[in-house]
């Protein structure tokens, strides 16, 4: 009996029924001796039991009031051993739940059934609310649930439930990721311990992961279901798909057939979409004649025309292979020459002589009326604008001229200088990053690049762009880069054409370092070089960087110099080839010296380091304070999307630019999401100074805080390509393999993640060591 007493005293078990063994009234016993004093008193008549419906005994329960631990109930001593499995502090929530909604439909004077379910691993499973005006099945789903069961579920639920099965979900899994993509939301539940109750808070999760909880007494049933105020304004924004759907890759180009009618009598109509037949040519595939649905607040694409989608296209079906169709938000009409690439369309054949000449396009991109006059942009507007349309028209493998651009645009081209057009794409391809391509290049000048291509390219900062002979060529494969960085999916980019001439005075300095076998092999045996080397080689690495700057450039030069290593088009290690005997033994000799004489790194900057370490993460903690603090305000005032401490504005002179690329990658970080390098870029930051930034701001922080800028991607999605060298200022070792190397990535990003969530998530390990 002894024994038996021991297992049950530790069990705390924190939830019971109030009444009887059949009670559906929980209760969770305060867990501090004071509030459970409180408790006794107002309810000195209340028995507790160890209920059916929490899977429990059916035995009696008595409090224990403890004041060095936690208050729990407890068996009896001559009960019978218990084999209740959920004892904790949410075992009881399917009760609690089940009692809640049925206030709720007191409250709104609704006549409902509302039943708790075992679905396999206990009566918490789920609980199921039934409503009979409406015919449709509320399930709040407390314990885990795949999505070959949830769908299961829902094909069983719908018998009974002709008008409908709304979810409700405790934990996350891939069916709440499968509602949130068809309906851009889904309901959350969670119950938060207040004295003997748990009350119940409803959350409406949106794509981007945000979640607004709503007390379950300021919801409402009605017609579609269970309701909260953001679920109403997100369904005015995100009207839900009556048809499942999935995204068509790459974009598509279609030409409308002719004389083909507009169908009304299909399940896919709507009454703002139009449909039409058309033929249809997704990237990289057959052409296909199939049914298209387009918006329908404008006159209907005339069938002598090829029109792109560059981008949004989705294919609409209908289960269990009822048809299909694919579903287009907006378009752009091809000019003559794109057209002709397609395969949809050829030009005209004229009955003359005289050769015929395919007048370009000039239809909005997407169906306006025609009575719209040009539109008016700012010169920052108009900059942005055409870097979208330069990169819809690169997501079509498609290029343009500047009519159709201001067609696309609604502008008027004339009314541009070449010298103002100059300038605006100076500005949409600034500032120059070997990671993006130049989009000025998909603009063309009747077969070739614009004209003033080479001015652009100079302002640049491309050597030798406004002399170079071979601009239609760059221009070639400079478009050939747009494709495959603009594509869907993105592909791997080409290296940039180099424009740079053939240098006759570094293959001069070659040929003068390397003329003749004998010399060269008298180099290599000279013995006082050989031997400064070797005795350089022994030596450890200085800790000074400037030091260790003169050794490696000295060695790297006596190395070239005796033929162990090769020049290369490095001009150099070309001119140190060149050097003299002598000149080499000088340098090797300072480098000597150096490294006997210069003095390490002395204390006060190792303190002043530290504290400079001590100040960013102070500057990170405060940071992540004032964006939670914003966070929990913008919840009362739903109309600010954009925490102030995080807009775009300046907020004052002192947030210098690595402060504010924290404050951004933290925001970033806290919406569990990553950031492209192409949007820093865009904001005017050059590749080199980002990869300053970046190593700043994480080598400021703590030991074992994660790295910010692992949230900084390529247009690929992959890691930037100097996080290697970031690994290797931060004193971590460096992987070998592309494949560890993401690893090690993709763990950092996750440690960001849980790091900053509100509230914060558990921090995974870091996979990389610190080196020895």
């Not at 050829?346 to 002589?353: G, H, K, L």
Request: some cysteine; charged content about 25%.
């Amino acid at each position: 009996m002894s024994t038996t007493q021991h297992i049950l005293d530790h069990r705390r078990v924190q939830t019971a029924v109030i009444g009887h063994e059949n009670s559906d009234l929980p209760v969770i016993l305060p867990m501090d001796a004071h509030e459970l004093d409180l408790w006794r008193k107002a309810h000195p008549g209340y028995s507790y039991w160890c209920g059916h419906h929490l899977g429990g005994c059916g035995g009696e329960l008595s409090d224990r009031r403890y004041t060095e631990k936690v208050c729990h109930f407890a068996h009896h001593p001559s009960a019978p051993v218990c084999h209740r499995t959920a004892n904790g502090e949410s075992s009881a929530d399917h009760l609690f739940i089940k009692r809640g909604v049925q206030r709720l439909l007191g409250k709104q004077q609704i006549d409902g059934d509302v039943q708790t379910r075992d679905l396999g691993t206990g009566s918490g499973d789920a609980v199921d609310v039934y409503l009979p005006h409406t015919s449709r099945i509320i399930r709040f789903q407390l314990s885990h649930c795949d999505y070959p069961a949830w769908r299961r579920h829902t094909d069983a639920l719908r018998s009974k439930a002709v008008g409908g099965v709304d979810w409700v979900f405790g934990p996350d899994g891939p069916a709440t990721r499968e509602l949130l993509n068809r309906d851009a939301y889904f309901l959350r539940v969670r119950l938060e311990t207040v004295g003997g109750e748990r009350r119940i808070h409803i959350g409406t999760e949106a794509r981007d992961r945000s979640v607004t909880w709503t007390p379950l007494g300021d919801c409402t049933f009605t017609s579609t279901g269970l309701s909260t105020p953001s679920v109403e304004s997100i369904r005015i924004s995100h009207p839900r798909s009556k048809l499942p759907s999935f995204p068509l890759a790459g974009g598509l180009v279609f030409r409308p057939l002719e004389g083909a009618e507009v169908l009304s009598d299909t399940r896919f109509a709507a009454p703002d979409r139009r449909l039409i037949n058309a033929d249809v040519r997704p990237v990289d595939s057959p052409i296909v004649r199939a049914l298209l649905s387009l918006p329908g607040d404008g006159d209907p694409p005339p069938a002598d025309h090829v029109y792109g989608v560059p981008d949004s296209a989705r294919i609409l079906v209908l289960e269990d292979g009822q048809g299909w169709v694919v579903e287009a938000n907006r378009y752009l009409r091809l000019n003559a020459r794109e057209a002709e690439r397609t395969g949809l369309w050829t030009p005209p054949q004229e009955a003359s002589t005289e050769p015929v000449t395919a007048k370009p396009a000039s239809t909005p991109v997407v169906p306006t009326p025609s009575t719209a006059g040009p539109r008016v942009l700012t010169h920052a507007d108009l900059v942005t604008e055409l870097r979208k349309a330069l990169a819809d028209f690169a997501r079509l493998s498609a290029t343009t001229t500047w009519e159709d651009l201001a067609s696309h645009l609604g502008v008027a081209a004339s009314k541009l200088s070449d010298a103002e057009r100059r300038d605006l794409l100076a500005e949409v391809d600034s500032p120059l990053s070997e990671y993006l391509p130049v989009r000025s290049a998909l603009i063309l000048d009747g077969d070739g690049p614009l004209p003033y291509l080479g001015d652009i390219l100079h302002r640049l900062g491309i050597p030798y762009a406004q002399t170079s002979t071979r601009l239609r060529e760059w221009a070639a494969v400079e478009r050939e880069r747009a494709y495959a960085a603009f594509g869907q999916p993105p592909r791997a980019m080409g290296p940039q054409l180099d424009l740079t001439p053939a240098r006759t005075a570094q293959r001069g300095l070659a040929k003068k370092a390397f003329s003749g076998n004998t010399a060269l092999f008298n180099r290599r045996h000279d013995p006082r070089v050989s031997e400064l080397l070797t005795n350089l080689r022994r030596l450890k690495p200085h800790p000074v960087k400037a030091v260790r700057q003169q050794i490696n450039t000295a060695i790297h030069g006596a190395s070239v110099w005796l033929g162990q290593q090769p020049a290369g088009e490095n001009r150099k290690w070309i001119e140190a080839a060149a050097q003299s005997r002598d000149h080499h033994i000088r340098e090797l000799e300072q480098a000597l010296d150096a490294h006997r004489t210069s003095t390490p790194i002395n204390p006060p900057a190792t303190e002043q380091k530290k504290k400079q370490k001590s100040s960013l993460r102070k500057l990170q903690n405060e940071f992540l304070a004032r964006y939670q603090a914003q966070q929990k305000a913008a919840k009362t005032e739903p109309k600010k999307s954009i925490p102030a401490q995080f807009s775009s504005a300046p907020q004052s002179a002192t947030h210098r630019p690595v402060e504010q690329l924290t404050r951004e990658l933290i925001h970033v970080a806290a919406q569990g999401r990553t950031i492209s390098i192409a949007d820093l870029e865009n904001s005017g930051v050059t590749i080199t100074v980002l990869q300053v930034r970046l190593t700043l701001i994480d080598r400021g922080l703590g030991a074992d805080t994660p790295m910010l800028s692992a949230l900084v991607t390529t247009l690929e999605g992959g890691p930037v390509p100097f996080f290697r060298e970031i690994l290797r200022q931060l004193g971590l070792a460096v992987p070998h393999t592309n494949e560890a190397l993401l690893a090690i990535w993709r763990r950092e990003q996750e440690r960001a993640h849980a790091a900053y969530a509100n509230p914060p998530g558990e921090l995974p390990p870091r996979l990389v060591p610190l080196v020895d």
